[in-house]
């Protein structure tokens, strides 16, 4: 039995009409669930409480979630706010009109990250899935990327401070680099965070460069993967077993934490990865078999893709690998030829070459 974390005013996350990231997915998803999947014995869902200022302070300064919760307070109610808005957020955050109540709805996501670490380390669960979680943009005093509150860091600094953790696995599967979260993690030793994205030259945020590895004590601990455009399930396989899977052996963390949703599929629409859908229950799978290693605890954080046609049926996917449920799965949209084979192969192959070469003075498995 595994745990899913979704409220209804989820929906509240939106940043309204003209703006690529739309409420919608937290209807499609849920609904796309109960169709295929139900409740019964394979997942039971709960619902978390939004966080307060003083939870936030642990991954926030003050003055950007005052500025934050009153802004977009304001913008929803259609009032005009202090033009300080790009001194806290990037252009990506602005609502071009009237939008939800979007800060509340952050504080949701928040409460799902903490939530979803108590119900595992008070051993109610080994596998929760937070439905609209991994906002990984966001930093300590700067929101973007549709990214208001970061719950993947909140997630690890949570677990530092309330259970005493030590060793913490970040996996970011999303197309996009993590930068906010690679931030918050770029000198602590205790978090392994690995990112796998599209290479940063080709797509937003333009960092998470295979040379970025960390600083000071966390030198090391952080490992980009920058995939080439139009990576498939080939090149995901590769960097998995010959990258992920050893150096996380090596490393023994005590929960893994991942996030992503569908932005790598071939069809999204502002990336240019080349995942299937199969791709996706892949990594499912591998985080699966990742978490034996911490006693099968694991935290996915489910909220990214762009496109309303293949995300319910790849987010199911990812959770139907996690928890090694027999789903039947299609792909929504016909497999053009350039993805039917992983055309791109011997590019990933020279990025993990170079991933190796920087990190091999750090870790025993890549001399």
Known sequence: MIAILYRQELKEYDFGPGHPFRSDRYEIFPKFLKENLPEDKNYQVLTAEPVTDKDLVLICQKDYIDFTRDYFKARNLGQDFNNRFYQYHSVDNFPPVRPGRLEEAARIIIGQAKLACDLIQQKKFRKVISLGGGMHHAKLNYGEGFCLYNDVAFAAKYLFKEYKLERILILDTDAHAGDGTMEYFYQEPKVLFIDLHQDPRTLYPETGFANQIGQGQGKGYTI????????????????????????????????????????????????????????????????????????????????????????????????????????????????????????????????????????????????
């Not at 993805?339 to 011997?346: M, N, Q, R, S, Y």
Request: glycine share 6%; net charge positive; charged share 30%.
């Open 224 to 367: 980009n993967v920058p995939l080439p455009m139009f990576a498939g399930n080939d090149s995901y396989k590769l960097v998995f077993e010959e990258i992920v899977e050893p150096v996380v052996k090596e490393f023994q963390p005590q929960i893994i934490i991942r996030n992503g949703g569908s932005d790598p599929h071939f069809a999204d629409e502002l990336t240019q990865l080349g995942l299937t859908i199969e791709g996706f229950r892949m990594i499912g799978k591998k985080i699966k078999k990742l978490a034996e290693i911490c006693d099968g605890r694991a935290i996915d954080m489910i909220g990214s893709g762009y496109n309303k046609k293949v995300l319910p049926h790849s987010w199911l996917a990812l959770i139907s690998g996690l928890t090694d449920l027999k789903i039947k799965l299609k792909e929504p949209i016909p497999i053009p030829q350039r993805f039917k084979k992983d055309f791109v192969l011997e590019e990933t192959k020279k990025v993990v070459k170079e991933v190796k070469n920087n990190l091999k003075y750090y870790w025993q498995c890549f001399r």
